[in-house]
């Protein structure tokens, strides 16, 4: 099989972008350089903030970290997957397989990020097999690119984390509103925003399926020896009363209806969505899809695989926040765009600002902790509505993902790529959505 991309036709930045891992720890050092000349923090300073910083998330990192393995783990229930094989088998052409893979995992991304991100990865991975088998010709690394294109729309959804902490009554972000809160209603399931994530979908749909390369020369074809992954029955040797208790649907079902019964209790009274209930919410679905704690057990090894690089790098970028946050460098950047901002522009430079920070600080929880409430109170001084600084740094935080390599491990990681090979693609997201964002944003205002 022919390879189009040879090191000496990549894209500059696809050659020089590291690993996930250097990169952040090539971030630390660039922010620690940049706190030091750039504000009056003296090194001790800075080593005191980062370190006070790496512990600052752990709470929320469990919280992150526990979406991304759900979703992977409810990905690969077995109804799920049959799914996805079904799904798979849909597009005919090639060009039309990359709008169908970014749109199931835009979709997919809105209800859960965790979630989309594996299941973008996973119906990639399924559809260049299914091409193959038909005879059709495919560029693998733009179907991953496709994949992890339907991310750039998580923070407008079900499991914005930014819009949830709004709206949880004793959040840091409702300390901020004088213990108010923002409601979704305003936020999430405002019709502007709604609006403006069925606009990035269309847009990068159309994007994706222009640069799609039609000559089978200049396609990087899945190789011959990857197949469909076929599930296993998930059923141990059954030796003691105990290896049958863990071989019953029982267990796992009643554990499910429980929880299913506590989501429908919160609710009914009045209870608010938070990034605990979201949890909740996929752990009831896995329970109740699963035939046996068995299966169970198997999922959750093989989405911890996929969660580890994450939590080894979540407390470097918790430094890079809590270096930024101390020293002030945080504030540095955001109020360089505030300053020449109005109530017409407020939201476009406020996307510019969070689309920056998230480089250093890429979660949108952590991003919210430090830039929201300066955010937040630049907004109330404008006299511009808080909902449109709440999604402004959401929009930011969603945008320039698709250049930081951080939350696209997991498709990676399925996909056997290296981030080099989506780049060059997902740039063209970024640029396609900020622009659908930045609209949607002034039109807001």
């Known amino acids: 099989m022919a390879d189009p991309s040879p090191p000496a036709r990549l894209h500059f930045l696809e050659r020089w972008i590291p690993s996930a891992l250097t990169f952040a720890i090539v971030l630390t050092v660039v922010v ?6 750039l504000t009056d923090a003296g090194a001790v300073d800075i080593i005191q ?6 512990s600052g998330l752990l709470a929320f990192m469990a919280q992150m970290c526990l979406i991304l393995l759900l979703g992977h783990m409810l990905a690969n229930t077995g109804p799920v997957r049959k799914a996805l094989v079904a799904l798979a088998r849909v597009p005919a052409k090639a060009e039309t397989a990359y709008v169908f893979v970014f749109t199931v995992a835009a979709l997919t991304s809105l209800i859960n990020w965790g979630l989309g991100l594996v299941t973008g990865a996973l119906l990639a991975r399924e559809t ?34 930014g819009p949830l902490t709004a709206a949880t009554p004793g959040s840091f972000l409702a300390e901020v509103m004088d213990g ?51 599930r296993t029955a998930w059923e141990d040797e059954l030796v003691t009363p105990a290896d049958r208790i863990d071989a019953s649907r029982l267990p796992t079902l009643i554990i499910g209806l429980a929880l299913a019964a506590y989501i429908a209790i919160h609710f009914s009274q009045g209870g608010g969505m938070t990034l605990d209930l979201v949890n909740w919410t996929f752990l009831a679905l896995i329970l109740l899809l699963v035939r046996n704690p068995f299966e169970l057990i198997h999922l959750t090894r093989e989405a911890a695989a996929n ?37 017409h522009t407020f939201g476009v430079l406020a996307l510019l ?45 969603q945008w320039t993902n698709m250049l930081q390599p951080f939350w696209a491990l997991p498709v990676l990681a399925i996909a056997k790529l290296k981030m080099r090979d989506i780049l060059g693609y997902t740039a063209l997201t970024c640029l396609v959505s900020g622009v659908v964002m930045a609209l949607a944003l002034w039109l807001a205002s």
């Not at 620690?32 to 000349?37: D, I, K």
């Not at 693998?140 to 959804?157: C, D, K, R, T």
């Not at 979540?314 to 504030?331: C, N």
């Open 32 to 37: 620690a350089l940049m706190a030091l000349f």
């Open 180 to 230: 108010n809160t923002v409601p979704l209603a305003r936020t999430t399931f405002a019709t502007w925003n709604i609006l403006a994530a069925l606009g990035c979908i269309a847009a990068c749909a159309v994007a994706l399926w222009l640069i799609a390369p039609r000559k089978r020369t200049a396609m990087k074809e899945l190789p011959t020896d990857v197949a469909s992954e076929t």
């Open 307 to 343: 969660v580890g690089e994450i939590l080894v790098q979540f407390p470097l970028y918790a430094g890079i926040m809590g270096m930024m946050a101390s020293t002030g460098l945080i504030a540095l950047f955001s109020n360089a765009f505030v300053a020449i901002a109005n109530t």
């Open 353 to 397: 600002s969070a689309g920056a920070v998230n480089f250093f600080v890429p979660s949108g929880g952590g991003q919210f902790a430090v830039q929201g409430p300066i955010m937040l109170d630049a907004a109330a001084k404008l006299g511009v509505d808080p909902s449109i600084a709440i999604m402004a740094v959401a929009y930011g935080d």
């Open 128 to 161: 260049a097999v299914q091409l193959r088998n038909k005879g059709v010709p495919a560029h693998f690394p733009l179907l991953v690119a496709a994949a992890y294109s339907g991310f750039v729309v998580w923070h407008m959804g079900y499991s914005g984390s």
């Open 49 to 54: 903030g980062w370190g006070n910083g790496l």
